[in-house]
């Protein structure tokens, strides 16, 4: 009910900006950019309907209940619906704001409490996980890893076949020369390693750097890697999140660089909002804003200095667009527009080349099923188009479509940009 004069009511709970939910002029303008409404056809699986569950639970008229959690939880934060939205619902502000609250008032099953707190205790953690995966990476030098997948059912399977390969890959060695650009005067950019990405795809990290030498930037390095924090704003936890956040602030700030890019589209975006997550830090919310407004990505910047050149590579390309980099940065155009100034080389649009594979951060960990739908969605798209090669700007993109195009036994190669970029580079 409003109050006098037409204002909103108050809120009785704090899940999210009660302000920024009436921006929703619920026109539905973003059910046909939601990945999961598109599946389920349900309302509530839809931005529109979370918005409206938001915005019952704040004011009191609904609780959070299993099929409440449920509904935010199928949410794969890809925000395709901002792209969508003539009105510019924050919607990423609101489900990792609604998030938190779940978390902090709802009560999971032990199954998935375990889950979730596993994720949580080695993924953001570069050590850690090198710690966790040894068992396998050891399995797969001694060819026993499709053993071992064969011998699991369930998760634990579905888990290890979204791993990449473990052992260094052609790329990677290739990468390890890593040329240096010869004008001291150039822009400095600072690559971020990320966690997951330097322990599963780290060829991908030297690979940027890579490319940006031969582009004529000074490519400098962080004394050490800190998460980005993404994976806690996805999950709901911000205390965390805010702690990385900080440490990178100082961490990058200190380093100089002019500009910061990362092969996680995930990991750029989560930096990019540093400055709305530490508006309130009396001492970090300056220096927040600064390094927010140095996130490039990768291609953008390439091209701002002239591509390198590059050698004929005569294939077909298609090319994914991470949801991230697409919707939370906007970029869309830069990485078709290298691709196609190499010799050769064509490029070939899939049908929803926007739309989720399921990835989505740990989401295909903890929603496995709805991730496969999404994956096999993807996966029909891609084999349409016939391309050799599927280029795309994020890892975990990366080993959810190639497990699926492995499952369909396609001879399609999932490469990141930096290392596809970098294979086409001329010696």
Known sequence: MEQPGGSPPHP???????????????????????????????????PRGRVYLMKALAEGRAELDD???????????????ETACPSGVRYGRLIEDTRAFVEANYRRSRGERMVRRALGMIFPYPRRLRAMLAPLRLAERLR?????????????????????????????????????ALDPDAPAVVVHHGCVTQVLANSENENSERILAAAGYRVTRLRGTVCCGALDLHSGNLKRARKFARENVRQIMQSGADAL??????????????????????ELAGPARALSAKVRELSGLVLERGAPKFREMRCTVTYHDACHLVHGLGVREAPRTLLK????????????????????????????????????????RILATKA????????????????????????????HLADFLAMALAD
């Open 144 to 180: 026993m890893r499709g053993l071992i997948r064969l011998a699991l059912s369930g998760r634990p399977r579905e888990w290890i076949e979204l791993l990449p390969p473990l052992a260094a890959t052609p790329i990677a060695r290739k990468s390890a020369a890593r040329a240096e």
């Open 388 to 415: 050799q090669y599927v280029v795309l700007a994020n890892p975990g993109c990366e080993f959810q479509i190639a497990a699926e195009l492995r499952r369909r036994g396609s001879r399609a190669k999932v490469v």
């Open 67 to 81: 099929d409440a959690a449920r509904h935010f939880d199928l949410c794969l934060g890809c925000r395709g619906c």
């Open 341 to 380: 100034s190499i010799p050769g080389l064509r490029l070939i649009e899939m049908p929803e080349s926007d739309m989720c594979c399921g990835s989505a951060g740990s989401y295909n960990l903890t929603e496995p099923a709805m991730a496969r739908q999404l994956a096999r969605r993807k996966a029909e």
């Open 261 to 282: 890019v990362s092969a996680a589209s995930g990991c750029s975006t989560a930096i990019a909002e540093y400055g709305e997550l530490l508006k309130d830090d009396p």
């Open 12 to 46: 009785a709970r704090d899940v999210a900006d009660y302000e920024l939910l009436f921006d929703c002029v619920h026109c539905g303008l973003c059910l046909e950019a939601c990945p999961t409404y598109k599946v389920t056809r349900a309302e509530m699986d839809s």
